[in-house]
């Protein structure tokens, strides 16, 4: 293995790949107004004269505090930059197409890495080539740690770590959200689809047949030992009171008043769930491996689209059949529509012409009308005094006032990316601490930290869930998201 240059004898906390795309510059604008003053960060990549632009974009903002190095790579190789940083934060998309050349270097540098990808196919491929290598190094590496994966990843560990080892039959539901696409997603799905066979997706192992695609390099004992989850298209009827909620209006920022959405529906997320479940059973694989008990032996885990009981959508159809109608189109149709050559054709040249090459959410979006909301409930087994059972549902929530998949992910991939960037140059976290105002306060920030299990880093690839409950804490005070977590009313004492 060649000489790996120590985390501390580096120059930058922090580097951005793929910073002059949609979604890049609006991570390099929040960590030129948020970025702490002693972190050095830079922006990287192949054109300097749109690193300039950019640089010239950051220089204008009114709450700048905290201004990047720009490195072009006719300046210093890629190589020379992954060496000299603790961190990369990678934008560059589509994943499937551009990123291991990165990655591979990340990995040999023994440097962190943080990604937005949602490419299931590709990390499980980086996985299998480069994981072992990863351990060797030390490089820790953090996929999905955006919209995809933190909802689901992170309100499922607040969860479990609320309600104990108990903790059973989640529904993990996506209640509420304003927010538009951008053409990166589109182009990462169809990446995915032009460049892994039908069976790697749609086959018995394949990412959208098993929620554990993501952990197959994993000992077969500890996969022997995972329940298993039920797939495919899934609607169920809200039939207990105060469980759910749905907002009054989505006019106003946050949804106005919530409404009890007994009487709704929950329809299956399909295509979405699987790639979040990738990622969430990963976690709980890496945990069970590890001999952690956070989660529960027999956990099981669904993620679901709320539909109101006074909003029947679908023609006019019951909550209950316009859930099943969702859910078929997201665990059947979307996959059937992206397998087909033609149709991917067809989808890429409307993604062209109607939002353009780097085009995405507008500013009004993403600041001002976007939010997201997301709660998981589950199943509690209480033992009483008398030693009897019974049951209770406990919940977590978390909510974000902005557009989900950029104008919030870009925030909270960014934290994400400062966060590991201070964990692995040993910096003191006030955020993380324990107190009485803390998130799940008589806890350790490091609860559930695989990671930094150990003191220091534990190189592989991770999740966002392994770095346990410090990261939830400092997102929440770092003000990337709210989250919190308690019993549901109906069925307290």
């Known amino acids: 293995m060649a000489s790996i240059t120590p985390l501390h004898d580096r120059t930058y906390d922090l580097a951005i790949f793929g910073a002059t795309g949609f979604t890049g510059t609006l991570i390099a604008k929040h960590l030129a107004a948020a970025a702490p003053k002693d972190v050095k960060w ?14 010239d974009e950051l220089s204008k903002l009114p709450d700048l505090t905290n201004s990047p190095d720009v490195i072009a790579f006719s300046d210093r190789s890629a190589k020379e930059i992954i060496n000299d ?68 990843e992170l309100s499922l560990l607040t969860l479990a770590l609320f309600a104990g080892p108990n903790l059973k039959n989640v529904k993990a539901v996506m209640e509420d959200q304003v927010g538009t696409y951008s053409a990166g997603t589109f182009n990462s799905m169809i990446a995915v689809f032009e460049t ?20 197959s390099d994993l000992p077969a004992s500890t996969l ?62 890496l945990s069970r491996h590890l001999g952690a008990d956070t989660y529960n032996p027999n956990l099981q885990y669904r993620e679901y689209h709320l539909v109101p009981p006074t909003k029947p ?9 316009s859930a099943k109608r969702l859910s078929n189109a997201f665990a059947n149709i979307i996959p059937w529509v992206l397998s087909s050559y033609v149709l991917r054709r067809v989808l890429a040249f409307f993604v062209a012409r109607l939002i353009g090459e780097n085009g995405g959410p507008d500013e009004d979006m993403r600041e001002n009308k976007g939010y997201l909301r997301w709660r998981d409930v589950g199943d509690v087994e209480i033992t009483n005094q008398d030693g009897t059972v019974s049951e209770k549902k406990a919940y ?37 601490e324990d107190s009485e105002k803390a998130l799940l306060p008589g806890k350790s920030g490091s609860e559930a930290d695989l990671v930094f299990r150990n003191g220091k880093a534990e190189g592989g690839f991770w999740t966002t869930a392994c770095l346990g409950l ?24």
């Not at 830079?42 to 640089?55: D, F, H, N, P, V």
């Not at 759910?244 to 529906?265: P, R």
């Not at 410090?470 to 307290?492: I, P």
């Open 396 to 432: 977590s929530l978390l909510k974000a006032h902005k557009d989900g998949g950029y104008g919030w992910t870009s925030i909270v991939v960014s934290e994400t990316a400062l966060y590991l960037a201070l964990k692995l140059k040993g910096a003191h976290i006030p955020e993380v």
């Open 470 to 493: 410090g990261l939830v804490r400092y997102l929440v005070g770092r003000k990337a998201m709210v989250m919190e977590a308690g019993w549901v009313k109906n069925t307290q004492e």
């Open 196 to 215: 892994f066979s039908r069976d790697e997706i749609f086959g018995p192992t394949g990412y959208l047949s098993t929620p554990y695609y993501c952990s």
């Open 224 to 285: 022997a030992s995972l329940p298993k989850q039920e797939v495919g298209a899934n609607a169920i009827p809200i039939d207990t009171p105060q469980t759910f909620f749905y907002s009054e209006t989505n006019k106003v920022k946050g949804g106005g008043k919530l409404l009890d959405a007994q009487g709704g529906a929950l329809g299956g997320l399909g295509y979405v769930e699987q790639l979040n479940r990738n990622l969430v059973f990963r976690g709980i694989s």
């Open 42 to 55: 830079a922006i990287t990549g192949r054109s300097a004269s749109k690193l300039e632009k950019l640089r």
């Open 313 to 321: 959508s679908m023609f006019g159809a019951s909550a209950l059949t």
């Open 85 to 152: 940083s603790r961190v990369v934060l990678s934008v560059i998309g589509p994943s499937t197409l551009y990123a291991e050349d990165f990655l591979k270097l990340a990995v040999e540098a023994g440097t962190g890495w943080v990604d937005l990808n949602g490419e299931t196919a590709w990390l499980k491929n980086m996985i299998v080539k480069y994981g072992e290598q990863a351990k060797e190094t030390g490089a820790v590496i953090i996929p999905s740690a955006g919209y995809d994966c933190i909802p689901s």
